[in-house]
């Protein structure tokens, strides 16, 4: 079993950076492939960057999101980090963390494979 709770959100001007957190709690931590999604108003959830626990390598983003944010985790605080840069109003939801044992290469991206969830954060980018 694994609880996640994520820290970080808030209200950014377009152009400026956050870094959200997401803190775990349970066992084994370092064989989690730890994901982060995102939901805005009236749309689905969808995938923003996943890295492999051990065992495996690989950090992945969605295009949307790539060489703006950089996701990277500390297994020693059982914490994983979401690097948001250059923020745009697009990137306005609510951010969620994700943990799961049994991905593989093809289902890294879907919501419906991670196991454990936090509540979210929110993530507000507005002048």
């Known amino acids: 079993q694994v609880q996640l709770v994520e820290s970080g959100g808030g209200l950014v001007p377009p152009g400026g950076s956050l870094r959200l957190s997401c803190q775990a709690s349970?066992?084994?931590?370092?064989?989690?492939?730890l994901g982060w999604f995102r939901q805005a108003p009236g749309k689905e959830r969808e995938f923003v960057a996943t890295i492999r626990g051990s065992g495996h390598t690989g950090t992945y983003y969605a295009d949307s999101v790539k060489c703006r944010f950089t996701l990277s985790r500390d297994n020693a605080k059982n914490t994983v980090y979401l690097q948001m840069d250059s923020l745009k109003a697009e990137d306005t939801a609510v951010y969620y963390c994700a943990a799961g044992r049994r991905l593989i290469t093809t289902t890294l991206r879907l919501h419906s494979a991670y196991d454990y969830w936090g509540p979210g954060t929110q993530v507000t980018v507005s002048s």
């Open positions: 349970g066992s084994a931590f370092n064989f989690y492939t």
